[in-house]
Nanobody
């Protein structure tokens, strides 16, 4: 059974850092593109960052470029989202998602497999 489990969310002050983890099971990580999405209260889910199975990566909103980085550890079957310089507008539930075909995408509808999410709150 294909499964993704996120962890690492927390309450952090503005300017702080967090590293989110997405542990995958039931499939081989190297054959999938993995993305991080987030959903703020009252807003639609948006793509944040993606790592392709070829090793490339993409950050989607301009607001996270230069602050967020995505990486994967094949040995641990884990994808990480390193978030630095956090701002209150980064608050939300962060989800990881997987797709096997078509490359990285920032669209929710392109992903068939989702984790349950982890809460990130940026507040003083």
């Amino acid at each position: 059974q294909l499964q993704l489990v996120e962890s690492g969310g927390d309450l952090v002050q503005p300017g702080g850092s967090l590293r989110l983890s997405c542990v995958v099971s039931g499939f081989t990580l190297e054959y999938y593109h993995i993305a991080w999405f987030r959903q703020a209260p009252g807003k639609e889910r948006e793509g944040v960052s993606c790592t392709s199975r070829s090793g490339g990566s993409t950050n989607y909103p301009d607001s996270v470029k230069g602050r967020f980085g995505i990486s994967r550890d094949k040995a641990k079957n884990t994808v990480y989202l390193q978030m630095n310089g956090l701002k209150p507008e980064d608050t939300g539930v962060y989800y990881c998602a997987a797709r096997a075909w078509g490359g990285c995408s920032g669209y929710v509808s392109d992903y068939a497999y989702w984790g349950q999410g982890t809460q990130v709150t940026v507040s003083s």
